[in-house]
């Protein structure tokens, strides 16, 4: 029996999937702790032993034959970056676009020319990499190039992609080589006003995550054991969604898809589709989206974000998704019991509830981020409507993943509070979707598998993604 193995080695769990190709189903599946502060094979054996022992019930083992192990990574905190641009609501957004797309998580962003304390600050932090961009292809290069001399007067150690405007790569290569900064060029992320070049920025920084990242996060025994850990966890999430989104030569897919990912310190949205306007009258402005687009809320989060959730969504909100929003419950100490027990599993129906009406409001908050919204425009001609980012209203499908989704009674009910809602029409939420939850979490392992075999990886999962009421 032909088996592949795919790890992701999370902040929280280390999870298998075993995969048999032969009949294009999940052999089984596990989780343990990810011990990466010990040693991270210590979790991942324990992961195995338990997949092994899943595996032995339903075939001999000794008849399995893993003929490939391929992993992700978002153990000790994931992919960790700063973005440095030149104007806020251009190169720094498109340099934000693209490296979240990659699956890093950006700490901060820049704008116009860094300043010492600026640079200090970004020395001192824990970033893993720089993502240096600014100006158009043969537009303003002074300010890039003024930036690129900051970093290598300051010494910065980690990784640094340059994908700024090309007429300046010359002269920040000198300075880079001169002062022996570790650096990558990839083509400009913003080539022309309003056109975004992403895909070449987030092949770079998959690049330096494999080259560098793995190393500096102690994984390099894993990788040495396991095989290769090609990418960060949310960008094999990307993956899968663009695979199923749009098919393969020999798949159709599903269209345009969102994923909402509600875990314990952020909720993180994808989304596969132009988002082009849908209705008549509107017209686009400012920066397009990417066509696979990911947002990571680090504020919205069921564990470590539950006091900040708290903060942004209020307790009114809270207490009106509630089942009995009339009974009287302290909803900040409940909020504060889960941050700081942040491993703490739900034992009644009141827990799980709760938990609900907490991711309920997790939903509506990055659904309301992720997605475009309405300007509305007064002139002489009459009214006009701009749209800022995607229009989503007509995305057929909503996959739902994360542990309080998986593990509901009702997870139709928690993605439901993403629809788009006539009280606030200016949000371009989806309309009538369709919910398939990921019961198996399967995501991560089929963008991994997809990198081998994209026509069986569309098929498991139109297999295991079951409909929701």
């Given amino acids: 029996m032909k088996v592949y193995l795919t790890i992701d080695f999370g902040s929280t769990y280390t999870k298998l999937t ?11 599946t596990s989780k343990d702790i990810t011990t990466i502060e010990d040693d ?25 034959d893993f003929v490939k192990k391929i992993a992700c990574s978002s153990a000790a905190g994931g992919l960790k970056m700063f973005a ?6 251009l190169t720094v957004e498109a340099a934000k676009k693209a490296a979240l797309g990659a699956g890093a998580r950006v700490m901060k962003t820049y ?15 824990n970033a893993d990499i720089i993502l240096l961009a600014g100006g158009t292809d043969g537009g303003n290069k002074e300010c890039v190039i003024h930036n690129a001399k900051m970093i290598a007067d300051f010494g910065i150690e980690v990784p640094v992609v340059v994908a700024g405007n090309k007429s300046a790569v010359d002269e920040i290569e000198v300075a880079f080589r001169e002062n022996k900064i570790d650096y990558q060029v990839a083509e400009n992320v913003l080539p022309q006003l309003k056109k975004l070049n992403v895909e070449p920025t987030r092949e770079e920084i998959r690049k330096v995550f494999m080259n560098k990242i793995v190393e500096a996060k102690g994984l390099k025994n894993a990788e040495e054991l396991v095989g290769d850990i090609v990418m960060p966890t949310p960008a094999a999430v990307l993956k ?7 098919g393969t030569d020999e798949e159709s897919g599903l269209g345009d898809i969102i994923i909402v990912d509600i875990g314990g310190a952020t909720t993180d949205i994808h989304s596969i589709g132009r988002g082009e306007p849908t209705q008549p009258g509107v017209v686009l402005k400012g920066l397009e989206d990417p066509y696979s687009k990911r947002s990571v809320e680090g504020d919205l989060g069921m564990r470590y974000s539950a006091l900040s959730l708290l903060e942004a969504a209020g307790s009114k909100k809270l207490r009106n998704y509630l089942e009995d929003p009339e009974r009287e419950i302290d909803i900040k100490e409940r909020c504060l019991y889960r941050h700081d027990n942040i491993k703490m599993v739900p034992s009644s129906k009141e827990d799980f509830k709760f938990d609900e009406s907490m991711a309920k409001a997790a939903t509506e908050l990055a659904m309301k981020r992720h997605c475009g919204f309405l300007e509305c425009i007064y002139t002489p001609m009459g009214t006009m409507y701009h749209q800022i980012g995607k229009d989503l209203m007509e995305a057929p499908y909503i996959i739902g993943t994360g542990g309080v989704i998986v593990h509901s009674e009702n997870p139709s009910h928690i993605l439901k509070a993403g629809n788009f809602h006539s009280s606030e029409p ?4 989806p309309k009538n979707p369709k919910f398939l939850i990921d019961k198996s979490y399967i995501l991560s392992a089929m963008g991994l598998f997809a990198q081998e075999m994209p026509d069986m990886a569309v098929r498991i999962m139109k297999k295991y993604l079951v409909e929701a009421n």
Avoid: C, T, W
């Fill in 18 to 28: 075993a995969i048999d190709i032969d009949n294009e189903v999940i052999l089984a």
């Fill in 40 to 64: 991270i094979m210590k979790g991942y054996n324990k992961a195995f032993e338990s997949l092994k022992n899943k595996i032995s019930k339903k075939v001999n083992f000794n008849e399995v």
């Fill in 84 to 89: 440095i641009g030149l104007v806020p609501d």
């Fill in 111 to 125: 704008s116009y020319e860094l300043s010492h304390r600026e640079m200090q600050e970004i020395k001192d932090s």
């Fill in 240 to 246: 899968a969604a663009q695979v199923l989104a749009d």
């Fill in 426 to 429: 200016i949000y371009l939420r």
